[in-house]
C-alpha cells in the first residue's frame, strides 16, 4: 500500500499540478524548472503518465484503500482521498474511457497534460 501510495499518488499530485500548470500558462516555465532540478522525476513522469488514463478508474477505490488504511494508522486519509478525486475526474474524460489497448500509443505527457486540461476547459463551460 505504501509503494501504490507513493507512485500512484505521486502521479495524482503531478496530473493535478502540471494541468494547473497549463491552464495558468505557466507551463513553459514549470517545465524549465522541472527539467533542471527534477529531471530524473521529470522522466519517470514522461514514462509512466502517458499510460495512466485508461487506468484511472481502477486507481480511484485503490488510493481510497490507501487513505482508509492510513487513517487507522492516525494518519490522514485526505491526501489519498484526494488522489482518489484526481482518478475519478480522469476517468470520466475521453482519454480515461480509452482502454490500455485502444489508447494513443503517440500520445506523451504533454498530450496527456493538454487532453486533461481541454476537459476542465470544457466542463467549466458547460457549467
Same mark, same amino acid.
Given at each position: 500500500?505504501?509503494?501504490?501510495?507513493?507512485?500512484?499518488?505521486?502521479?495524482?499530485?503531478?496530473?493535478?499540478?502540471?494541468?494547473? %500548470?497549463?491552464? %495558468?500558462?505557466?507551463?513553459?516555465?514549470?517545465?524549465?524548472?522541472?527539467?533542471?532540478?527534477?529531471?530524473?522525476?521529470?522522466?519517470?513522469?514522461?514514462?509512466?503518465?502517458?499510460?495512466? *488514463?485508461?487506468?484511472?478508474?481502477?486507481?480511484?477505490?485503490?488510493?481510497?484503500?490507501?487513505?482508509?488504511?492510513?487513517?487507522?494508522?492516525?494518519?490522514? *486519509?485526505?491526501?489519498?482521498?484526494? %488522489?482518489?478525486?484526481?482518478?475519478?475526474?480522469?476517468?470520466?474524460?475521453?482519454?480515461?474511457?480509452?482502454? *490500455?489497448?485502444?489508447?494513443? *500509443?503517440?500520445?506523451?505527457?504533454?498530450?496527456?497534460? %493538454?487532453?486533461?486540461?481541454?476537459?476542465?476547459?470544457?466542463?467549466?463551460?458547460?457549467?
Amino acid at each position: 500500500m505504501c509503494y501504490g501510495a507513493l507512485t500512484k499518488g505521486l502521479q495524482a499530485l503531478a496530473t493535478e499540478l502540471l494541468v494547473a %500548470a497549463r491552464l %495558468a500558462g505557466i507551463e513553459e516555465t514549470l517545465r524549465a524548472e522541472q527539467t533542471e532540478t527534477m529531471g530524473e522525476v521529470l522522466g519517470w513522469l514522461e514514462g509512466n503518465m502517458p499510460i495512466m *488514463p485508461p487506468k484511472a478508474y481502477r486507481w480511484v477505490g485503490e488510493m481510497e484503500e490507501i487513505g482508509s488504511f492510513f487513517g487507522s494508522l492516525g494518519m490522514t *486519509p485526505d491526501i489519498l482521498n484526494g %488522489a482518489a478525486d484526481v482518478y475519478r475526474f480522469v476517468a470520466e474524460t475521453p482519454i480515461g474511457k480509452e482502454s *490500455p489497448e485502444t489508447r494513443d *500509443p503517440n500520445r506523451k505527457l504533454d498530450g496527456v497534460i %493538454a487532453a486533461l486540461a481541454e476537459a476542465i476547459s470544457d466542463r467549466k463551460h458547460s457549467s
